[in-house]
T-cell receptor, first 115, second 114 residues
Framework: DAKTTQPPSMDCAEGRAANLPCNHSTISGNEYVYWYRQIHSQGPQYIIHGLKNNETNEMASLIITEDRKSSTLILPHATLRDTAVYYCIVRAYNAGGTSYGKLTFGQGTILTVHP | DTEVTQTPKHLVMGMTNKKSLKCEQHMGHRAMYWYKQKAKKPPELMFVYSYEKLSINESVPSRFSPECPNSSLLNLHLHALQPEDSALYLC?????????????FGQGTRLTVV
């Protein structure tokens, strides 16, 4: 699976949009981009995933560049409860039947939302 | 029910003890996982079960022994652990769908080995 690079930390004011970048310049054509977050002392929580089109759900939007070498997770109106470590993960589709759910977590970005 | 339930939430054990961690899900997921997370580090995969069969063992020491008694349950048996094994142990599950892995994680068991 392709490696990802994320900034170690970011700050955001409450109510503003939080834009979290992720670089995955070695991504292959069959690899999805996933975002998870982990609030302190809890298990990771799925946020969103995409292949090449932009995606939006009730939690966030995912913008993937046309060359797929980077992506941005957007939390449109950040709240204090969004303070967490955000992980960008790249994982292959149909990876030969031997890597079900093999999510490899990088160091992630610590997002701190300020009042 | 979209929950993965782990018990106990906290566990303190001695190096000569035998203990077990338990994980349960009722979402019909056929893949279940154990992850280990040290403080201030990302989760690291330990084991993957698919259809109740062990499909991935990430070179985990034999003092950790996983077991999947049925499709809803996953256990992690612990024996002769070392203090450096102290960590948060996370269980997760997902649909048997390689195209889209949306994993659901439990809240973890915080293990302290003394």
């Amino acid at each position: 699976d392709a490696k990802t690079t994320q900034p170690p930390s970011m700050d955001c004011a409450e109510g503003r949009a939080a834009n979290l970048p992720c670089n995955h310049s070695t991504i292959s054509g069959n690899e999805y981009v996933y975002w998870y977050r982990q609030i302190h002392s809890q298990g990771p929580q799925y946020i969103i995933h995409g292949l090449k089109n932009n995606e939006t759900n009730e939690m966030a939007s995912l913008i993937i560049t046309e060359d797929r070498k980077s992506s941005t997770l957007i939390l449109p109106h950040a709240t204090l409860r969004d303070t967490a470590v955000y992980y960008c993960i790249v994982r292959a589709y149909n990876a030969g039947g031997t890597s079900y759910g093999k999510l490899t977590f990088g160091q992630g970005t610590i997002l701190t939302v300020h009042p | 029910d979209t929950e993965v339930t782990q018990t106990p939430k906290h566990l303190v054990m001695g190096m000569t003890n035998k203990k077990s961690l338990k994980c349960e899900q009722h979402m019909g997921h056929r893949a279940m996982y154990w992850y280990k997370q040290k403080a201030k580090k990302p989760p690291e995969l330990m084991f993957v079960y698919s259809y109740e069969k062990l499909s991935i063992n990430e070179s985990v020491p034999s003092r950790f022994s996983p077991e999947c008694p049925n499709s809803s349950l996953l256990n992690l048996h612990l024996h002769a652990l070392q203090p450096e094994d102290s960590a948060l142990y996370l269980c997760a599950s997902s649909q048997d769908d390689e195209g889209s892995i949306r994993a659901f994680f439990g809240q973890g068991t915080r293990l302290t080995v003394v």
